[in-house]
């Protein structure tokens, strides 16, 4: 079984606050909500074996808070992931030749990425499709290389907040 966990990163202040869109620190809210998602995560069994980061400022910090729940996992943070392509997305996961990967990165490409593999019409998928918001999480699942990805968990810090 091999699977696919996509993390967006946590709110962050304000685009405007920093000025340079890659250097953007993490907001108070993204620095709460990061711990409650990677738990959920965890408890929903994602076992990612590499982590696969956006070297911006904003993933970065994200995954220093989620990292203690994938204490095993081996990271490497990547330029190529900042603001890029589903495709990019896709092509790094595959790459790492890892079965469980999980990718800390940006929207609109992660959303575009987690909308492609939800694909079944249920509840879950569609809720996925519509909205990826800030610190949104994604386990896919597939039984082998020519299988479809199927969505298992979606979560969101609304959802853990009540």
């Known amino acids: ?24 620190a993490l907001a108070e809210t993204g620095r709460a ?3 409650l998602v990677a738990r ?3 408890d929903a069994g994602a076992a ?26 081996e990271v490497r943070f990547l330029r190529s992931l900042y603001l890029c392509a589903a495709e ?3 092509a790094e996961a595959e790459r790492t030749g890892a079965d469980n990967v999980m990718l800390v990165a940006h929207n ?11 694909q079944r019409p249920s509840e879950l998928d569609l809720r996925l499709r519509a909205k990826f918001p800030t610190t949104a999480a994604a386990i896919f699942a597939r039984k ?6 199927k969505l298992g968990t979606y979560v969101t810090p609304k959802d853990l907040r009540g």
């Open 108 to 118: 609109p490409g992660l959303h575009e990425l987690a909308s492609r593999l939800a």
């Open 88 to 90: 990019t997305l896709m």
């Open 48 to 73: 990612p074996k590499i982590v696969l980061v956006s070297d911006a400022r904003r993933t970065r910090e994200t995954w220093d808070l989620v990292q203690p729940a994938f204490a095993k996992a």
């Open 1 to 24: 079984m091999r699977q696919l966990v996509l993390l967006r990163h946590a709110k962050a202040v304000p685009a405007g606050d920093q000025g340079d869109d890659f250097a953007r």
């Open 144 to 149: 082998s290389e020519d299988a479809a990805w």
């Open 33 to 35: 909500d990061a711990p």
């Open 40 to 42: 959920a995560l965890a």
